[in-house]
T-cell receptor, first 114, second 117 residues
């Protein structure tokens, strides 16, 4: 079975500072990995995804993530935080075949301070 | 594409009542998913349709829950005899069928927030 652990339920950064949101996964087969963002009272929007091509994945809004198989990690980064990045971020894993349902972590709420 | 839509956006009901939610996926997306998200948690998978066939159900989906996708387009999720523990955001997502060697993105709707009093 697949699982995701997001380290840190809350992360606070200053505007302009580096954003680093941590995600570790567990999967017995090569995974697909995703980062989604959720703004209050809204659905989830895909930021980026890893599907076994390049290990460094670039997404929308300046975010990127690196797949590290040896560390079973898929951390999300952004060089310079904007106020508009304040939201909740979810890491998710799925595997090829069957429903390809997403298994989500518990989320990390990002606060950006002026 | 107009995106995934869900109706209603909010539902308040009393314990013991039945409720039904609707999801309209992106047109021509043959895969449809329902998830449930409780406060402070990530979404949890409930059920999956490929066209009109319900191919997978989570153990979270008790016998009070039923989902349908009668013509392979929109889907409904019904909860009978609601309980306070059913209070949550119910999210619907859709995606295209798999293309060779790639997985496609699940696109989420805005969700239906259910409050059971």
């Amino acid at each position: 079975a697949q699982s995701v652990t997001q380290l840190g339920s809350h992360v606070s950064v200053s505007e302009g500072a580096l954003v680093l949101l941590r995600c570790n996964y567990s999967s017995s087969v090569p995974p697909y990995l995703f980062w989604y963002v959720q703004y209050p009272n809204q659905g989830l929007q895909l930021l980026l995804k890893y599907t076994s091509a390049a290990t460094l994945v670039k997404g929308i809004n300046g975010f990127e993530a690196e797949f590290k198989k040896s560390e079973t990690s898929f951390h999300l980064t952004k060089p310079s935080a904007h106020m508009s990045d304040a939201a909740e971020y979810f890491c998710a894993v799925s595997v090829r075949g069957g429903s390809e349902k997403l298994v989500f972590g518990k989320g990390t709420k990002l606060t950006v301070n002026p | 594409d107009t995106g995934v839509s869900q109706d209603p956006r909010h539902k308040i009901t009393k314990r013991g009542q039945n409720v039904t939610f609707r999801c309209d996926p992106i047109s021509e997306h043959n895969r449809l998913y329902w998830y449930r998200q409780t406060l402070g948690q990530g979404p949890e998978f409930l059920t999956y349709f490929q066209n009109e066939a319900q191919l997978e159900k989570s153990r979270l989906l008790s016998d009070r829950f039923s989902a349908e996708r009668p013509k392979g387009s929109f889907s409904t999720l019904e909860i009978q005899r609601t309980e306070q523990g059913d209070s949550a955001m119910y999210l619907c997502a859709s995606r295209e069928g798999e293309r060779e060697g790639r997985t496609d993105t699940q696109y989420f709707g805005p969700g239906t927030r259910l409050t059971v009093l």
